[in-house]
T-cell receptor
Framework: NAGVTQTPKFQVLKTGQSMTLQCAQDMNHEYMSWYRQDPGMGLRLIHYSVGAGITDQGEVPNGYNVSRSTTEDFPLRLLSAAPSQTSVYFC???????????FGPGTRLTVT | QKEVEQDPGPLSVPEGAIVSLNCTYSNSAFQYFMWYRQYSRKGPELLMYTYSSGNKEDGRFTAQVDKSSKYISLFIRDSQPSDSATYLCAVYPSGTYKYIFGTGTRLKVLA
C-alpha cells in the first residue's frame, strides 16, 4: 500500500496562475480532506469529501475548488494563485468507521 | 477564542526526561481527542486517540483527557532524541466529519 500520495512535492507559481494539486489514496477510504498548514495557524481544513461525488467546504475554502469523481482521487485546484496561498498543503483520508486520518507527505507551494 | 489552544513551544528536554504536552479546548461537547506527531517536512501521523475522559497508554506514551477542565495532555516517558517533532492535538466534534487541530508544540529531546 502506498497510502496517501501527493504530487508535486514542491511548486512555485506566479500570482494569477492556476494549478492542480493531486492527491490519491489506495486504502479505499470514503473520507478525504485537504488542509493547509501555516506557521502559528496549525492545520486548517480547506475542503473535504465523504464519498465520490460529495464535497463540502471547510474553514478556509476561498480560492480553491475540489471534485471527487472516484474514491481514490481528490484533486485541489487553485483558480488564480495569490501570495496568501503560499503554504504547505496536506491531503488526508480515513475510513468511514475509523477516526484515524492518514496524511500524505505534503506539497510546499510558493506563490510569488 | 480558538476552539483548541496549544502552546507552540519550543520545548527542550534532556534525553530520558518525562515530557508533558498540553492543550485546552473550549466546547464541552467534544468527545473525541487525538494526538498527532509530525516530523520536520513530513505529514502528521496519528499517535493516540481517546474517547471522553480518562487515560490511554501505549508504550511510552499516555494520553489523558480531563473534561471537567477541558484539558488534554500527552505524556512521554523516557523521552528519546527520536521523539523530537511537533505534536498536534486535535478534537473531532461528533457528526461533523471535521477535525479541529491545535497549532502544535515543537519538542526537542537533547542527547
Amino acid at each position: 500500500n502506498a497510502g496517501v500520495t501527493q504530487t508535486p512535492k514542491f511548486q512555485v507559481l506566479k500570482t494569477g496562475q492556476s494549478m492542480t494539486l493531486q492527491c490519491a489514496q489506495d486504502m479505499n477510504h470514503e473520507y478525504m480532506s485537504w488542509y493547509r498548514q501555516d506557521p502559528g495557524m496549525g492545520l486548517r481544513l480547506i475542503h473535504y469529501s465523504v464519498g465520490a461525488g460529495i464535497t463540502d467546504q471547510g474553514e478556509v475554502p476561498n480560492g480553491y475548488n475540489v471534485s471527487r469523481s472516484t474514491t481514490e482521487d481528490f484533486p485541489l485546484r487553485l483558480l488564480s494563485a495569490a501570495p496568501s496561498q503560499t503554504s504547505v498543503y496536506f491531503c488526508a483520508s480515513r475510513g468511514a468507521d475509523s477516526y484515524e486520518q492518514y496524511f500524505g507527505p505534503g506539497t510546499r507551494l510558493t506563490v510569488t | 477564542q480558538k476552539e483548541v489552544e496549544q502552546d507552540p513551544g519550543p520545548l527542550s528536554v534532556p534525553e530520558g526526561a518525562i515530557v508533558s504536552l498540553n492543550c485546552t479546548y473550549s466546547n464541552s461537547a467534544f468527545q473525541y481527542f487525538m494526538w498527532y506527531r509530525q516530523y520536520s517536512r513530513k505529514g502528521p501521523e496519528l499517535l493516540m486517540y481517546t474517547y471522553s475522559s480518562g487515560n490511554k497508554e501505549d508504550g511510552r506514551f499516555t494520553a489523558q483527557v480531563d473534561k471537567s477542565s477541558k484539558y488534554i495532555s500527552l505524556f512521554i516517558r523516557d523521552s528519546q532524541p527520536s521523539d523530537s517533532a511537533t505534536y498536534l492535538c486535535a478534537v473531532y466534534p461528533s457528526g461533523t466529519y471535521k477535525y479541529i487541530f491545535g497549532t502544535g508544540t515543537r519538542l526537542k529531546v537533547l542527547a
